[in-house]
């Protein structure tokens, strides 16, 4: 039989045995123990333009039904294991507000067919990874992992699948986050490491002692730190090559976690990330979108912090001597990628403060006309 390179739906869909000798597990039966009460968010945006759609950024609170969610839930594995949408897939996934219990019976289901699936589909590790990596967050015990990965916790197929979920993991929180999550899920990284024969050259070779090292102390705030000097540093950290996860180690080696909420911190690392994408007066928007989960982290969803991020772009802008078109480009960003929310735009246009307000607000005349066009069709409809 050749082996497929990709997760192929026909390969996922063919009834496997699972390793303990009981009845025949398929797809849907997986998909039905995934049902859960979710909280579903809009999708992304949709490009840039004055012709572009209006995105709905209301966050539903509906409780779904049995049903309902079957489907959802139903649709999203499809597109995981047709290995169709998956950036989009993923995102749906990070929107999922799950019971634990629900998730470990299906990733269970999922796991105990995965050793038979390798065979033919050989990146089965990697695929997994990516359905439990956005499980990773603040608000979630991952300790469900325990139960969920014990079908294969005696073969190497166990430690493959941690280890990059570990991994996609940090680059979207930093290291330091999710090995806080993972301690405080309870979790040890040798109890998925059982079919290793030597554990220590598997961390050393996929790169996982962060993971194991204890956590250092944390710096103490420093009032001496200018806006100046943070901004300088992040410039420093913020070079186009490098990985979201070395630049969490560095961000967190150097500042506190006080610092990094505080609204200098926000300013510095707004324009660096801008700084970065920015050569030869084009704005590499591309590496922009590779940056937002770190913007993410530190805006955190914070009003104050949301509107300090528009000024810091502001500030930027007149250091350029208003570039035509570079505030648009970054505005459509902020607002495609879900970074600032609507009524925070509109403070800023009305919050005349600091140096080049005026302009920068005529410059972006279509994008608030579009703003607030599409809010009036939004209302009507």
Known sequence: MAKSTSMDSEAFHRSHKPQNGSTVIKIKDIKKNLNTEMTLGSGCGAGYGLNKPKIDRRVSKKTYTE?????????????????????????????????????????????????????????????????????????????FLRNALEP??????????????????????????ISDIFRASNLQLNEFLQGIDDSKEYINQHKLQWVTVEKSRERTTSSSVSIDQIENKLNQIFTPSVENKVIFDKIEKEYSPSECS???????????????????????????KKRVPILNKYIAKKEDLELESLFA???????????????????????????????VFLTWRTEDREEGHGICVLSLKAFFDWLTDADNDTNEA
Do not use: W
């Open 67 to 143: 049903d309902e969610v079957e489907r959802k839930a139903d649709n999203l594995l499809n597109e995981l294991v047709d290995n169709k949408n998956l950036i989009e897939s993923i995102k749906d996934l990070e929107e999922f507000n799950p019971k634990t219990s629900h998730l470990e019976q299906g990733l269970k289901r999922v796991i105990e067919i995965s050793d038979d699936m390798s065979i033919d589909i050989p990146k089965i590790s990697s695929y997994l990874s990516q359905i439990i990596a956005p499980l990773f967050n603040e608000n979630l015990s991952v300790e």
């Open 152 to 177: 294969v916790k005696e073969i190497k197929l166990c430690a493959d699948i941690i280890s990059e979920a570990l991994n996609r993991a940090s680059d979207r929180l930093g290291h330091s986050t």
């Open 262 to 288: 505080s609204k200098p911190f926000i300013r510095a690392l707004v324009i660096a990330v801008c700084n970065s994408c920015y050569n030869q007066n084009k704005f590499d928007a591309d590496l922009f």
């Open 313 to 343: 772009i502001q500030t930027l802008d007149n250091r350029l001597k208003h570039q035509p078109g570079y505030m648009r480009i970054i505005f459509d960003l902020m607002y495609d990628e879900d970074i600032v929310r609507e009524d």
